[in-house]
């Protein structure tokens, strides 16, 4: 994923023209259960999949 698309989703915009894309990502967004970040080691040390 590139440094745009991140910057956009981290403002609670949607690059992806999928239907129903954009409430599914702001649904899980806004409850904390979705980020989006470059840097990998955040990305997997800081979060738990379920």
């Known amino acids: 994923m590139d440094a745009a698309r991140v910057v956009m989703l981290q403002a609670g915009e949607v690059p992806i023209p999928e239907p129903g894309l ?28 379920q």
């Not at 599914?24 to 040390?45: K, M, Y």
């Open 22 to 49: 954009d409430e599914l990502i702001g649904r899980n967004a806004a409850a904390d259960r979705l980020q989006s970040t470059l840097d990998a080691e955040h990305g997997v040390n800081h979060r738990t999949i």
